[in-house]
């Protein structure tokens, strides 16, 4: 009986049959005819770097383990030992620890780069070996949206590749590769797969040959997703649309709420229109402004845990962008591993509380903050 299945079907094994040598020597004359063992490819892995591909509109991908190993996978593409990478400041401390810890032991090393300079000359930062610049599309947690083509003829300029952390925008927002960047990467542990079940991660190429470089990084590195992982990424994209729409509704009429609350300092939302990047975010990001905020509340740890602890709706998880809102505290988590100096210069004080906002109804989720605002100024004023 022959069976067609809509569904791609889970391919839980790690190695594929030959019927005989003729099928061996075609599996290596003729790449991709055929699987033959799982680190090297299978069927789900390329069918979620095949539709991340497609949405960014990139000649080839590849799918890893995770986000982490993506911007491993993403810098290795262009960098051997004695080379120098550009970092923007304003980056995922995963990112930068990654740069600082791991790969300057392979000789790698990294000058970190002013969000104000990033889109104008790069030449003081550049050396003899600097091989790229890493930057995220919207970063992480203050929300500054770069001017992707600026920096990618700034990169280029120079000689340097322009290799895009898009994970906070994703290609519904923001397709960097229309902006002239040379790889995008993507935590698919956030929006792209949505529901916090999945760690994962996609680089996307813009040229055949680096495409090519990933392929065998992530073969030799062992970087490959699971089928399992790659199958529930898969299920999780399908709606990415309609997903991003609903957070980005929803951060939007959040971002306003937090604006009017008397112990909220600063709100970050590129939707917002006082927000510095606001038009370059409406032009850029096709009138989306994301699903992600942050707020700053005053620098007591008090104050912000007893905000952590009044809210019902928005559980502390450090990780985002899944259906269901979360909220995260970057000094102690995602940008724990910054020096303390570059905390303060990057404005990650003890107040800031990053929201990741789900698509629950809105209603939901504004009637519990304004109940732990609430909670939060009687602290205060009691105290």
């Excluded at 990112?95 to 810890?101: K, Q």
């Excluded at 399908?238 to 600063?266: D, G, M, S, W, Y």
């Excluded at 591993?337 to 990650?348: A, H, K």
Aim: net charge negative.
């Amino acid at each position: 009986m022959h069976i067609t299945p809509k569904i791609t079907p889970i391919y839980q094994t790690s190695v594929f049959k030959f019927e005989d040598l003729n099928e061996l020597e075609l599996y290596y004359g003729e790449p991709g005819s055929r699987y033959m063992y799982s680190r090297n490819g299978n069927p789900n892995s390329d069918e979620l770097a095949d539709a991340v591909n497609l949405l960014e509109n990139g000649v080839g991908a590849i799918a890893t383990g995770s986000g982490m190993a993506a911007i491993f996978a993403a810098i290795m593409a262009y960098c051997t030992a004695g080379d120098h990478v550009l970092c923007a400041a304003d980056i995922y401390g995963g990112s930068s620890a990654l740069l600082n810890l791991e790969l300057s032991r392979l000789g790698i090393t990294v000058t970190y780069v002013p969000f104000e300079d990033l889109s104008t000359d790069l030449t003081p930062y550049v050396q003899s070996r600097t091989r790229l610049l890493l930057c995220e599309t919207i970063s992480n947690p203050l929300l500054r949206v770069i001017d992707l083509r600026a920096t990618a003829e700034a990169c280029h300029a120079c000689g340097l590749k322009l290799v895009v952390d898009n994970t906070f925008a994703t290609p519904i927002i923001t397709r960097p590769f229309d902006h002239e960047a040379d790889l995008v990467i993507h935590s698919v542990t956030k929006y792209i797969s949505g529901h916090s079940d999945v760690t994962a991660g996609v680089v996307v190429a813009r040229v055949a040959e680096d495409a090519e470089r990933l392929k065998q990084i992530s073969m030799l590195f062992g970087l490959t997703l699971s089928p399992m992982e790659s199958w529930l990424a898969v299920r999780g994209l399908k709606t990415l649309r309609l997903r991003i729409e609903a957070h980005c509704r929803n951060a939007e009429a959040i971002a306003l709420f937090l604006e009017q609350q008397p112990t909220v300092r600063t709100v970050h939302y590129p939707g917002l229109h006082q927000h510095p990047q606001h038009l370059l975010a409406a032009t850029q990001g096709s009138q989306l402004f994301g699903g992600m905020l942050s707020f700053q509340l005053e620098d007591e740890a008090e104050v912000v845990n007893q905000f952590m602890r009044a809210t019902k709706r928005f559980p502390f998880a450090p990780s985002l962008a899944g259906v269901d809102s979360s909220l995260s505290y970057p000094l102690g988590t995602s940008h724990r591993s910054l020096t303390p100096q570059q905390q303060v210069d990057l404005g990650i004080t003890v107040g800031l509380i990053r929201l990741s906002v789900g698509i629950e109804p809105v209603e939901e989720l504004l009637t519990d903050l304004e109940q732990a605002f609430a909670s939060v100024t009687h602290t205060m004023q009691t105290n």
